[in-house]
């Protein structure tokens, strides 16, 4: 079985930081992809932040400057650090990875972490 489990999300005054955290385990041959996207009320997933197996990374024109997204391959863990957090930041993060496992490849997601940025 294969599942990715997310952490860091909580509350943070605009302006502060987070680091999302993501790590995926079980029977794992190979990750291509992994990166988040976020989900808010009443609108579609929007993808944040992408990075591929060697490290090249992508972004939402929204964050860029403010996120950084980094792996540690050894681990199978993806990052999302957060600065300069804004309330239209506010949303629920989910990280996902592109796996191969025993039944071939496939889309893995984790359950969500919210994030909230009041002020």
């Known amino acids: 079985q294969v599942q990715l489990v997310e952490s860091g999300g909580g509350l943070v005054q605009a302006g502060g930081s987070l680091r999302l955290s993501c790590a995926a385990s079980?029977?794992?041959?190979?990750?291509?992809?992994m990166g988040w996207y976020r989900q808010g009320t009443g609108k579609p997933r929007e993808l944040v932040a992408s990075?591929?197996?060697?490290?090249?990374?992508n972004y939402v024109d929204s964050v860029k400057g403010r996120f950084t997204i980094s792996r540690d391959n050894a681990k199978n863990t993806v990052y999302l650090q957060m600065n300069s957090l804004k309330p239209e930041d506010t949303d629920v993060y989910y990280c996902?990875?592109?796996?191969?496992?025993?039944?071939?490849?496939?889309?893995?997601w984790g359950r969500g972490t919210q994030v909230t940025v009041s002020s």
């Open positions: 996902y990875a592109f796996i191969m496992a025993n039944t071939g490849w496939a889309n893995y």
């Open positions: 079980g029977s794992i041959r190979s990750i291509d992809s």
């Open positions: 990075i591929d197996s060697g490290g090249s990374a």
